[in-house]
């Protein structure tokens, strides 16, 4: 019998985060990055899309699975969506992202699937 890996499944929002950084897209880069760093997750790959007037979305690639995020800076808001079957709790990555984008981390959906 195959059991499936551990994986958490978490939906998060960021909200009243700093506009200004929001719409910055190398630092949600790097904020993505560090944050698959702090998870010791495997960066595989990352692409991002700069929308106009406002927005982007930025995807990491994890060999572990992914994060994707969704700014909407016209409601200081930011969707994460994050899978992972690593060792650590998801929402540390979230609480990171929060902190540097000043914002406050509403967690909608923390589901670990999967595991023995």
Do not use: W
Request: hydrophobic share 50%; with cysteine.
């Amino acid at each position: 019998m195959n059991i499936m890996a551990r994986i958490q499944a978490l939906i998060g929002l960021l909200t009243h985060c700093n506009e200004e950084k929001m719409e910055d897209v190398m630092l949600i880069e790097g904020i993505l990055r560090k944050a698959v760093k702090m998870m010791d997750l495997t960066l595989l790959e990352s692409v991002s899309h700069k929308f106009s007037p406002q927005g982007m979305t930025a995807v990491a690639l994890l060999a572990e699975s992914h994060i994707a995020v969704h700014t909407y800076p016209e409601e200081g808001t930011i969707f994460v969506e994050m899978a992972s079957c690593g060792s650590r709790d998801a929402k540390m990555a979230l609480e990171f992202m929060a902190d540097m984008l000043e914002g406050k981390l509403e967690i909608v959906m923390d589901k670990i699937i999967g595991g023995a």
